[in-house]
Nanobody, 122 residues
């Protein structure tokens, strides 16, 4: 069992940056692939970024080139650096831990954090 807690969300102007953190407890994150997902009001939860156990990364087309996912296994923490934020990035952002290998499917993930709100204003 692993517990995940996201932080770093907030209100930012379009074009600005935020860094989200996802801190784990209970088990070491090195055992899991990690994903970031987001959910805007009235929309389904969507894949945003993922990082494998060996630190390979993958991104949704909508964030590619603007967002960067990274992990620090020594700190048991995963990060999502978000640059050049747009209004359409407004959502609750969730981190999740995956035992398997279906990296972009939210239903495949085993553990979830509570989410952190990101609001981008124009």
């Amino acid at each position: 069992q692993v517990q995940l807690v996201e932080s770093g969300g907030g209100l930012v102007q379009a074009g600005g940056s935020l860094r989200l953190s996802c801190a784990a407890s209970g088990r070491t994150l090195s055992s899991y692939a990690m994903g970031w997902f987001r959910q805007a009001p009235g929309k389904e939860r969507e894949f945003t970024a993922t990082i494998t156990r060996s630190s390979g990364t993958s991104y949704a087309d909508s964030v590619k080139g603007r967002f960067t996912v990274s992990r620090d296994n020594a700190k048991n923490t995963v990060y999502l650096q978000m640059n050049s934020l747009r209004r359409e990035d407004t959502a609750v952002y969730y981190c999740a831990a995956l035992v398997g290998n279906r990296l972009t499917s939210p239903t495949a993930y085993d553990y979830w954090g509570q989410g952190t709100q990101v609001t981008v204003s124009s």
